[in-house]
C-alpha cells in the first residue's frame, strides 16, 4: 500500500492516520521507516542543531536520535504524540553526546571544568529528568541491544562499548586494544549498520 505524507506545522499529515504508518514501521515496513525519518529529520536536526558548532556532531545525534527512537519505537503508546516523544529523545541524545564532548576536551587539556557542573552559589545542578524520561531511557536500551546484538562481530564490542556503557572513543580503544582511528571507524559503520537494520526491521 502507497502511503504519502507531508510535513504540515511540524506534524505528519498522511492519508492514513500516524498510528497506522507507525505500526507498518514496527512491523518493518522500509517506506514507514523512511517516512516518519523524512518528515520529522528537519525537526530532530532543528532541536539539535543549537548544543553544537560542528555539522559532523549535528549529523551524529540527528542519526542516534532516529536509531534510539526507532529501537523503542515497538513500545511507544499510539495514544500519545510522536514527535513530542521523538524530540525528548532527540534532546537527551544531543545533552549525553555534549557531555562526552566536554568529558573528552577535559582529559584533553587535563583541567576539570566545574563551572559546566555547579551552579554560581557552588551546588550541582539537577536535571530535569522525568520518569517519563527513565521509561523512554528503559525501552531504548533493551531494543537498541537486540539491534547491537546482531551486528556483524566486527562492530558489536565497539557498539556495546559505545552506545550501553557509554565509554569515549579513548576508553574504548584502551579497553579493546585498538587504535583510536579503528575505533571512530568501526563506530561510524556501526552506526550505519543499525540504521540499515531498523528501516529492514531485522530483529523482532
Not at 46 to 67: C, H, N, T
Not at 132 to 146: F, S
Not at 173 to 187: G, K, S
Request: hydrophobic share 35%; with cysteine; proline share 3%.
Amino acid at each position: 500500500m502507497q502511503c504519502r505524507g507531508q510535513l504540515v506545522g511540524g506534524t505528519l499529515e498522511v492519508d492514513n492516520k500516524e498510528t497506522e504508518i507507525i505500526e507498518r514501521a514496527v512491523a518493518g515496513d522500509q517506506t514507514a521507516y523512511r517516512m516518519l525519518y523524512q518528515v520529522y529529520e528537519k525537526a530532530v536536526r532543528g532541536r539539535v542543531s543549537g548544543y553544537f558548532k560542528w555539522k559532523a556532531d549535528i549529523d551524529d545525534v540527528v542519526l542516534e536520535s532516529f536509531q534510539k527512537a526507532f529501537a523503542a519505537l515497538p513500545g511507544f503508546d499510539t495514544t500519545r504524540e510522536f514527535r513530542p516523544w521523538l524530540l525528548t529523545i532527540a534532546t537527551r541524545t544531543a545533552l549525553d553526546h555534549l557531555s562526552s564532548i566536554q568529558r573528552e576536551d577535559q582529559k584533553k587539556e587535563g583541567i576539570l571544568n566545574k563551572a559546566s557542573t555547579e551552579s554560581p552559589d557552588g551546588q550541582p545542578q539537577l536535571t530535569d529528568y522525568t520518569p517519563e524520561d527513565e521509561i523512554i531511557n528503559d525501552e531504548v536500551h533493551a531494543r537498541l541491544m537486540g539491534y547491537i546484538e546482531e551486528l556483524p562481530s566486527l562492530y558489536k564490542d565497539v557498539m556495546i562499548k559505545y552506545m550501553i556503557e557509554e565509554l569515549e572513543y579513548e576508553e574504548i580503544a584502551r579497553e579493546l586494544d585498538l587504535e583510536l582511528n579503528t575505533v571512530r571507524t568501526r563506530i561510524r559503520r556501526g552506526k550505519q549498520h543499525l540504521s540499515q537494520m531498523m528501516l529492514r526491521g531485522e530483529v523482532e
